[in-house]
């Protein structure tokens, strides 16, 4: 399976082929691309499991998360440079519901074929939900600010949000400092006696960080080309933009961390599957959207803000508070990654039909 995974590398250049020579075709360079972040997250993976190896859980799911958001952080930036300020947002609602429900999801099913019961420190995701519902409070007040403010200057809406990603961005900071100096010995549990380790030979520090620094940068490519064609793709097959950000590039845009998580996941290693799937939603809300509303002062026609549509809202609560409940005691099954999974499929389905 690796090897036929590496070997879909090949799909890079034919990927960038494609996009320069026939840029008509929208929707062959949509599916190419699409395609080309799988092999990628592949060697992101892989590079980020042997740094966390040395590193720990906790650092380990640090590294994956960042590099993992690399890809998001670029298809907001491009995004706001053309204007695609729905797309964006979507796009952030998107990648929380993705890591929460669906690569939560995946992994804990993937996990829980091998081993009845799968443990995590409890301690860890309980502090990773209490962050997450700080992140639903920030995302929720400025849409409440704007139903309930009446009718008022956009300026206003723009400033609040300007001055919320300020808050955000140093609440982030500080849970950095919270979990890997001044609590790490909390937040990191022991290994398991059920985990799978030394598959095969470790690589080196400097192999890892030079093939993790290559594959996020082509992570991020990737992600500008689909991007660039899912607009007049998704008019090709009728879908909407809020379903294209939510759906489609939020699972493109997060295939790195995705495949990190499930790959540790299936190897026993539910401190760092659990670390990433949480801590990526909680770095989107709370580092990666603030500075996209910061950015988009300096890059974008008009300022981004942070109001979501209640839509969006709905399932970003009703996302969070399920994850708490499955995460917050320190064990799970198969048949909790199935219930995440049902959630993503009917909330997938409702923005499908939403006008």
Request: hydrophobic share 55%.
């Amino acid at each position: 399976m690796a090897k036929l995974l590496y070997w879909l590398l090949l799909l890079v250049p034919i990927t960038l082929a494609v996009h320069m020579g026939m840029p008509s075709a929208h929707i062959l360079v949509f599916a190419l691309s699409a395609t080309s972040m799988i092999p990628l997250a592949h060697v992101l993976s892989e590079a980020t499991e042997n740094l966390a190896a040395r590193a720990g859980p906790t650092m380990g799911a640090l590294l994956g998360v960042t590099f993992g958001n690399a890809g998001e952080l670029l298809i907001g930036f491009f995004a706001l440079r053309e204007g695609l300020q729905a797309v964006v947002k979507a796009s952030i609602t998107g990648s929380i519901l993705v890591n929460l429900l669906l690569t939560l999801g995946i992994s804990i099913v993937a996990a829980g074929s091998r081993r009845k019961t799968l443990k995590f420190n409890a301690l860890g995701a309980r502090t990773q939900a209490t962050t997450l519902a700080l992140a639903a409070v920030s995302l929720a007040l400025p849409a409440a600010y704007h139903w309930l403010a009446g009718s008022v200057e956009q300026r206003r809406e723009q400033d609040l949000s300007f001055e919320f990603a300020l808050v955000l961005i140093a609440t982030y900071v500080l849970s950095l400092f919270f979990s890997l100096r001044t609590h790490r010995q909390l937040l990191t549990a022991p290994g398991h006696p059920g985990a799978d380790t030394d598959e095969h030979e470790a690589w080196s520090v400097k192999r890892s960080l030079i093939l993790l620094c290559a594959s996020a940068a082509f992570v991020g490519w990737m992600s500008e080309v689909l991007v660039g064609s899912v607009q007049a793709a998704s008019r090709s097959l009728g879908l909407t933009e809020l379903f294209v950000g939510l759906v489609v590039v939020a699972i493109a845009g997060n295939a790195a961390e995705s495949t990190s998580a499930i790959r540790a996941a299936l190897k026993g290693q539910m401190d760092l599957s659990v670390g990433i799937g949480i801590g990526s939603s909680i770095q989107i809300a709370l580092f990666v959207a603030p500075v996209l509303v910061l950015l988009s002062h300096f890059v974008a026609a008009r300022p981004m803000d942070l109001v979501f549509t209640p839509a969006e809202l709905v399932a970003l609560v009703l996302t969070i508070a399920i994850t708490g409940q499955i995460a917050g005691d320190g064990d799970s099954n198969w048949f909790e990654g199935v219930q995440l999974l049902a959630v993503y499929s009917m909330m997938a389905v409702m923005f499908y039909f939403l006008p």
